[in-house]
């Protein structure tokens, strides 16, 4: 009795963990839901899947079936009364024919649905709206080059905007090591490789906001490299524009004042890193010019606001193990007055 207890006990955990990881499947509304693409390349890629998926299952069957079979058919004390092995052979031509020709035709029917796929989805679109994706341990940027609709160049992080409709073409860089750029329900993976540009395309049916992450594993907060994706009406798309171009707001308050001698003095030294237009060009860090447009911080992890500014202000690398942000050790004092002019960079 005591030992089948603890046998169920031992068993209890691995139970909860495994339905624990089959509920995980079952979220509803699931952000990053590869099954539920909400973009015609989402849908390609998606039945190019299930057809794979479907060939597989078909094999799955055949192959399972067969080794049943066998295993029945020829397991022990059914042979012959004396239980010897059975006949050897070697060598059947027509046998190694058909089996030759069985899988190459499997793989004819799984490859030139996915190659064709590959080589359309290769292709860049025509009038599309160019975005440079900048791959960082761990953050992402988004550089817009001046074009028609863009009156001069755009630096964002970890929050891409475009217009609902309207193609995405991006080019993708990275500064460090590799990174793969995934929006889950709009396109499928593509790596940034530094020092080897790749390119992929979007473009979104709805006016919705998306989740995208890092899916390349590339330190130790890949996890927490991800990103948004707003996908905004015409109109609201080319306000985003204008805010974006223009100059930084200038602090009144002292303690924003206070604030912005602290991000150019030289024994903090933030203005190595990070741009503020008008005050500072450093471009290892997010550009700050209008931080407070976006809603998340930190490679999306954190939600914008006074506290998890002054969390991370505090200490960086605690919030986000591996950031290149040190902890600059500063004092209470001197994080709200950083944290007060931030929050007026609109
Ligand atoms: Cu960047 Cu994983």
Known sequence: MASRRSLSSRLFIPTVLLFGLLLSGCAKNAKQDTLEPDSQVGRDILSVFLHSFWVAVVVFVIVEFALFWAIWKYRAGRRSADDRDPVQTHGN????????IIPAITLIILGVPSTKLIFQLDKRPTDALKVEVIAHRFWWEFHYPAQEGIPEDIYTANELHVPVGKAIDIDLTGTDVIHSFWFPRLNGKRDVIPGHPTHIHLQTEE???????????CGLSHANMRMRLVSQSPNDFETWVQDQTAEAVEPSSEDAKAGQELFKSETLGCFGCHTIKGVS???IGPDLTHLMSRNTFAGSVYDMSEVNLADWLRDPTKEKPGSVMPNLNLSEDDISNLVAYL???K
Do not use: D, M, P, S
């Open 281 to 283: 060009n450093g471009r």
């Open 207 to 217: 006016v919705k906001e998306y989740w995208g992450q890092c899916a390349e594993f």
């Open 343 to 345: 929050t007026t960079l």
């Open 93 to 100: 031509t027509k046998l190694e024919i058909i089996l030759t």
